[in-house]
């Protein structure tokens, strides 16, 4: 089985405007309210692809009724942790730019903790675990790194989907795949990376680190995978972008979705690819019909320096 983690779901509300005045009372065009989260959106993509998965993390407050009644909506499997808190509203603001205001999150007591945790005790070798986005402020920025260190004993594979310190000390725990996007990467080494033999050189450290695969996600112009024998490149596919949020999480999905089917990783970079471009091209994350139109566009080549 699959298990996402998503530790600070949130409701995504999405602002459509022409142009935003600050100072100003502005009127918007259009709004969307979606159930978001990182590993809420990867698990609503391997549902599209046909993938089991369980959807965990923490829920509280009429806005978590909010998420998990939407995720119920859309059949996806869930075993979220009520908390006594609200789960928070992210606002996306689509005006002349794009601009987001993410939340803190609730907080979560060391009884919802244990009681989250308790669900994992249970894992196999034939289960991953996908941990993806942001902690509560209440949890110590060790969280994920422990969630690990049980995950692996357990023997099951884990994907991490963090930045900073937080990624780092998760390397030589052997994720099965990490996606930073080429800012991330370059934030991580404390480099600025021009042009794609930069970024290639930058990912190869993860790879030396100990992740399994290493993902490289550079929104409109596509993506990189490093594998411990090649490296492939691919353009991302023309299309008009109507919202962009959640395509590194589709690009995850994809990715773990179908290594998980295939064990290859050059479809699941396929994958991964035409879910992140098919989320671009949609108002919502990407359902199975826009990522197969898409997934023909998707030309992925070897790449050498
Ligand atoms: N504007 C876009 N046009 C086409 N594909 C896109 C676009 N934005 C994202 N994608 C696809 O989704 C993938 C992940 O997007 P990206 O924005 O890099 O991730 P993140 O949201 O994690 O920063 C990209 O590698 C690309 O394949
Ligand atoms: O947990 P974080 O880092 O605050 O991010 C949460 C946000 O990320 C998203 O999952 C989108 O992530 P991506 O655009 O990076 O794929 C939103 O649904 C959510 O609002």
Same mark, same amino acid.
């Given at each position: 089985?699959?298990?996402?983690?998503?530790?600070?779901?949130s409701?995504d509300?999405i602002?459509?405007?022409? *142009?935003?005045?600050?100072?100003?009372?502005?009127?918007?065009?259009? @709004?969307? #309210?979606l159930?978001g989260? %990182?590993?809420?959106?990867?698990?609503?993509?391997? *549902?599209?692809?046909?993938?089991?998965?369980?959807?965990?993390?923490?829920?509280?407050?009429?806005?978590? #009724? &909010?998420?998990? @009644?939407?995720? #119920?909506?859309?059949?996806?499997?869930?075993?979220?942790?009520?908390?006594?808190? @609200? !789960?928070?509203?992210n606002?996306k603001?689509?005006?002349?730019?794009?601009?987001?205001?993410?939340? %803190?999150?609730?907080?979560?007591?060391?009884?919802?903790?244990?009681?989250?945790?308790?669900?994992?005790?249970?894992?196999?070798?034939?289960?991953?675990?996908?941990?993806?986005?942001?902690?509560?402020?209440?949890?110590?920025?060790? &969280?994920?790194?422990?969630?690990? #260190?049980?995950?692996?004993?357990?023997?099951?594979?884990? /994907?991490?989907?963090?930045?900073?310190?937080?990624?780092? %000390?998760?390397? %030589?725990?052997?994720?099965?795949?990490?996606?930073?996007?080429?800012?991330?990467?370059?934030?991580?080494?404390?480099?600025?990376?021009?042009?794609?033999?930069?970024?290639? !050189?930058?990912?190869?450290?993860?790879?030396?680190?100990?992740?399994?695969?290493?993902?490289?996600?550079?929104?409109?112009?596509?993506?990189?995978?490093?594998?411990? @024998?090649? /490296?492939? =490149?691919?353009?991302?596919?023309?299309?008009?972008?109507?919202?962009?949020?959640?395509?590194?999480?589709?690009?995850?999905?994809?990715?773990?979705?179908?290594?998980?089917?295939?064990?290859?990783?050059?479809?699941?970079?396929?994958?991964?690819?035409?879910?992140?471009?098919?989320?671009?091209?949609?108002?919502?994350?990407?359902?199975?019909? *826009?990522?197969?139109?898409?997934?023909?566009?998707?030309?992925?080549? *070897? =790449?050498?320096?």
């Open positions: 089985m699959i298990y996402t983690v998503t530790v600070n779901p409701i509300y602002v459509q405007l022409e *142009k935003l005045t600050l100072g100003e009372v502005n009127r918007m065009d259009h @709004d969307a #309210k159930p989260g %990182k590993g809420i959106n990867v698990s609503r993509i391997l *549902k599209e692809l046909g993938q089991d998965n369980i959807a965990l993390g923490f829920l509280g407050g009429f806005t978590g #009724k &909010f998420v998990e @009644d939407t995720l #119920k909506e859309k059949d996806l499997k869930t075993s979220f942790t009520h908390v006594a808190d @609200d !789960t928070r509203i606002v603001i689509k005006a002349q730019n794009e601009s987001e205001i993410n939340g %803190k999150g609730p907080q979560v007591t060391a009884e919802e903790v244990a009681a989250f945790k308790k669900q994992l005790d249970n894992l196999t070798s034939d289960d991953a675990v996908i941990l993806s986005g942001s902690l509560v402020p209440s949890l110590s920025q060790d &969280f994920y790194f422990d969630l690990i #260190k049980l995950i692996r004993s357990k023997g099951a594979q884990f /994907v991490i989907d963090t930045t900073g310190e937080s990624l780092m %000390k998760t390397l %030589k725990e052997n994720p099965l795949v990490v996606k930073p996007n080429h800012h991330e990467l370059a934030d991580l080494f404390g480099v600025e990376l021009n042009g794609l033999d930069d970024i290639v !050189t930058y990912g190869k450290k993860l790879l030396t680190l100990g992740a399994q695969h290493v993902l490289i996600s550079m929104a409109g112009d596509g993506g990189l995978l490093i594998t411990p @024998d090649e /490296v492939y =490149y691919s353009a991302a596919p023309k299309g008009t972008v109507i919202n962009s949020v959640g395509a590194g999480d589709s690009m995850i999905g994809g990715f773990v979705g179908t290594f998980a089917a295939t064990k290859d990783p050059v479809e699941s970079f396929r994958y991964g690819l035409a879910c992140g471009s098919a989320t671009a091209f949609s108002e919502d994350l990407a359902d199975r019909a *826009k990522i197969d139109e898409i997934l023909p566009a998707i030309k992925i080549e *070897k =790449y050498s320096k």
